[in-house]
T-cell receptor, first 110, second 113 residues
């Protein structure tokens, strides 16, 4: 079993739709949860991070963590063509050893 | 120049060649990382340097040799690679060796022929 599972997609949605992304994990020690966005031919950039369980909102982005279910989500409201990218979840127990998902490729159609 | 810069952007090398990847960060960070990104696979942590000292060598084959001469520069020396080593190699830095605050470079796309 992989430590972090993420559906690779691809996911294609029309402009303005809500994009829903998620990851499941097996290591109950994970406490730090992150979402990265990676555009083509670029490195990943940090979008959102949360500590332990709960929700966090930043503009059109909402991150949710449910530690009891070992499940994290990222929602993108009012999606734009500029949101087309690969989204990576990442998590850590306490240090620099991040465990990444394989990434979900999202296309927002104009 | 700002951020994390990686050179070259693309590299094609034969299995008997020796080449080096370079990473430079202009952020004043104290930790630097090498990651390998293969298609449809999660990022794999290869090496971690904190304050120029290697703190992690994640079971990486000896044909990959890192070097961190100072806190701003990181190299990955490559020799006698295999075709399965073809991937995107990403450098990242952070203020401290922790879970947050990574800044990634754009990567070097390596093809081994």
């Amino acid at each position: 079993q992989k430590e972090v599972e993420q559906d690779p997609g691809p996911l294609s949605v029309p402009e303005g739709a809500i994009v829903s992304l998620n990851c499941t994990y097996s290591n109950s020690a994970f406490q730090y949860f992150m979402w990265y966005r990676q555009y083509s031919r670029k490195g990943p950039e940090l979008l959102m991070y949360t500590y332990s369980s709960g929700n966090k909102e930043d503009g059109r982005f909402t991150a949710q963590v449910d530690k009891s279910s070992k499940y994290i989500s990222l929602f993108i409201r009012d999606s734009q063509p500029s949101d087309s990218a690969t989204y990576l979840c990442a998590m850590s127990a306490y240090d620099y050893k991040l465990s990444f998902g394989a990434g979900t490729t999202v296309t927002v159609r104009a | 120049e700002t951020g994390v810069t990686q050179t070259p952007r693309h590299l094609v090398m034969g299995m008997t060649n020796k080449k080096s990847l370079k990473c430079e960060q202009h952020l004043g960070h104290n930790a630097m990382y090498w990651y390998k990104q293969s298609a449809k696979k999660p990022l794999e942590l290869m090496f971690v340097y904190s304050l120029e000292e290697r703190v992690e060598n994640n079971s990486v084959p000896s044909r990959f040799s890192p070097e961190c001469p100072n806190s701003s520069h990181l190299f990955l020396h490559l020799h006698t690679l295999q075709p399965e080593d073809s991937a995107l190699y990403l450098c990242a830095s952070s203020q401290a060796a922790g879970p947050y605050g990574y800044t990634f470079g754009s990567g070097t796309r390596l093809t081994v022929v």
